[in-house]
Every structure is written in C-alpha cells, then in structure tokens.
C-alpha cells in the first residue's frame, strides 16, 4: 500500500489542473464582453492633443547622455521632438550593419513625417559609441574618434536626403563636455575651441 503522501499528489495535481481551466475560462469569458482587466499601477494624466513636430531625432540609447540629450533639445528649441532611439543611432544611415537596419530608420522617419508632419531630422553621435566599439576603437584618440563621427554624420546626411529628399537635416556628435555641431568644418571648429 502506497504511503498517504504519495497518495495525494495525483489530487494535488488534479486541483490545479481543474484551477488552471477555471481562471482561463474567466480570461476568455472576460475578453468576450470586452472588459479591460489592465491594473492601473501608476497615475499620470498625459496631453490628448496630437502635435507637429519639430524634429525627428536620430540617437543612440546610451543613457549616459540622457541629460545633455534632452537639455540640448530644449535649448535648441526642439520641445516636440520625434525620438527613434538605436544603438549606435545615426550609424543606422551612415555604415548600416544591414539593409534592416537602415529601412528601419527611413521607415520610422516617414511614419513621423506622416503622422506628425515632421520636416526637420536631427542625426547625433556620441563619444565612445558601442556601437563603433567606443573610444578604444580609435585608439584612445578622441580628436581622431570626432573626426570619424563628422564624417559618419555628413554620410548619414547624404545618405538620409538620397533616400527622402526635401528633409532639413542638422547633425551633432555629443562628447562627455558637450554637444558640437557636426556641419561645421574642422578649422572652424578649432577655432572656436
Ligand atoms: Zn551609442
């Protein structure tokens, strides 16, 4: 004869079979008349007002420069901005990994077009990017890695206004000190400095 405990595990097992069809019964019973059953967890009233937006902005996930990202935006204004986040960011138009990668951001930018009648994009880099394998890629040189990224960006720029021409693009490589507009050319940039 088998022990008590032995005995009631096919029971056990019986219950939460018979419980398991009873909560999926009610799921499907809910979903049926259309009950919402999302649990509110946090309380937050947020604008209905659909928008233009003033930019569509290119930019890597990197959350180091969250801060200077956003208090950039406003400082150029952008307070309605249409941010596509990617790893890498611009790198998307500029050296694709792939095909994917590149009809990915185009497509992102037409639906911000068409939905928010976008007409300004904005392409940012940043300093020790994983996605070019950061500054150690380029030897540890920052003045050589801003060079790469200028070109990246005028690329990304080119490539961008290839695939939809008509577009206003403004392009900014972002290090640990600041932001830099990446249009101006090298000389210039110096002397400013
Ligand atoms: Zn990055």
Known sequence: ML??????????AGFKNALRKT?????????????????????????????????????????????????????????NPDVIKIAGGSKCLASPGNDVERDFILN?????????????VLLMAHSDCG???????FGNDA??????????LAQATKNLL???PGLEVRSYFMDFEGVYDAQVSRGARSQAD
């Open 23 to 79: 909560l999926k019964r009610g799921i499907l019973f809910f979903y049926s008349i259309g009950e919402i059953i999302l649990d509110k967890v946090f309380h937050f009233r947020s604008p209905r007002e659909n928008y233009v937006c003033d930019a569509a902005v290119i930019w890597c996930f990197d959350h180091r420069f969250d801060v200077v990202f956003r208090n950039f935006l406003e400082r150029i204004y952008v307070m």
């Open 162 to 164: 290839t695939a939809i």
């Open 108 to 120: 992102q930018i037409r639906t911000s077009m068409r939905l928010h009648a976008t007409k300004r």
């Open 3 to 12: 022990p008590i405990w032995r005995l009631q595990v096919p029971r056990v």
């Open 143 to 152: 003045q050589r890695e801003a060079d790469h990224h200028q070109r990246e």
């Open 131 to 137: 996605a070019y394998g950061g500054l150690a890629a």
